[in-house]
């Protein structure tokens, strides 16, 4: 397993998404169309810790909290019931989210959320705290400066921002003595923006991790799904992806040629050129199958001119699928 430092937390290289973990409208009811076998998650949870995947990216609203107290359900059956051999067990590395919504009194929903997090996820503090959206950034940041300096949040991350909103929160965190850890952002083979924009390069010049969700998009690029095999339809992936999945088949095709010169699975290439690109990839596990498939994207290193045809082929497919949640990034960095 490859690490990255964040202050004095040590973090994998792929962080394990639960997004769709739990049923509810947004989580793996609505958004995906699955339903969760919690007791088949428990081998997915042993299998990713012991290869390593500490670290669970979840958030509050995913299926209103279910997410997370899977998490925390899953790490008391690792933590009291898993043989290993001394010195094999790891630690639970949990990266969990607060969203500003409209109808919430933000400022006091922030503290309630922090403490429901770390009750729901069975954590004495969180590894990375993250503001889902920029609404009211400025505020709720003043409130999480407490929990920062008293390490119960060990590192904060700022999620669907643009580049003014950040440079503005790290302005205010720097002002308190405390690092910008992280940025989160959608980005994928069809959906450069962040690399086209300069906001990937800065992050990188500053020093701040560059988080990457949704680099499968949601399964469209996993190779699992064609026009011939839908996503369910009733989900909002589904409704999302089910009409572009023909557009999508010549990247299918290329990637499949990749996944066999570098013997890996072809749901592996979205992920290893995030990595290639200096990006944390979060990727969605739902099965031990996934997890086997995860090690084999930290194996390789991808050709230059296989990735530079990887993203000329990406360009050609219009297909652009920005979030409901997320606001169009502001232009070029400079």
Request: glycine share 8%; net charge neutral.
């Amino acid at each position: 397993m490859e690490y990255l430092q964040l202050g004095d937390v040590r973090i994998p290289r792929v962080v394990i998404g639960t997004w769709s973990w739990g049923e509810g409208l947004i989580g793996g009811g609505g958004i995906f169309g699955n339903k969760t076998d919690k007791v088949l998650l428990r081998e997915v949870f042993v299998s990713a810790m012991r290869n390593g995947f500490t670290l669970y990216d979840t958030a509050e609203i995913y299926s209103d909290g279910e997410s997370e107290r899977i998490i925390g359900e899953l790490t008391e059956y690792y933590n009291g019931k898993v043989e290993l051999e001394k010195g094999r067990r790891q630690k639970v590395q949990i990266s969990t989210k607060f969203m500003a919504l409209p109808f919430r009194d933000s400022k006091k929903q922030l503290v309630s959320s922090i403490e429901g997090s770390l009750e729901r996820t069975k954590q004495s503090s969180i590894d990375i705290f993250w503001l889902h959206v920029p609404r009211n950034y400025q505020t709720l940041i003043r409130e999480l400066i407490p929990y920062l300096k008293s390490n119960k949040i060990r590192n904060v991350g700022l999620s669907n921002f643009n580049l003014t909103q950040i440079k503005d929160a790290k302005r205010m965190l720097e002002d308190e003595g405390i690092h910008l850890a992280g940025v989160q952002m959608h980005f994928s083979l069809l959906y450069q923006d962040c690399l086209e924009n300069g906001l990937l390069e800065w992050c990188k010049d500053n020093n701040i991790a560059f988080f990457a969700y949704m680099v499968m998009e949601q399964g469209a690029l996993s190779g699992k799904y064609t026009k011939d095999n839908l996503m369910p339809k009733n989900s909002l992936r589904g409704k999302t992806y089910n009409k572009s999945l023909e557009k999508i088949e010549p990247l299918l095709e290329f990637m499949k040629k990749l996944s066999e010169k570098y013997e890996v699975p072809q749901s592996q290439i979205p992920v290893v050129w995030a990595l290639e690109k200096g990006a944390v990839p979060i990727v969605g596990v739902t099965k031990q199958q996934h997890v086997y498939e995860l090690t084999k994207a930290l194996d390789i290193h991808m050709d230059k001119e296989d990735i530079w045809e990887l993203e000329k082929l990406s360009s050609t497919i219009q297909v652009h699928k920005r979030g409901f949640w997320e606001s169009k990034l502001d232009g070029k960095v400079m």
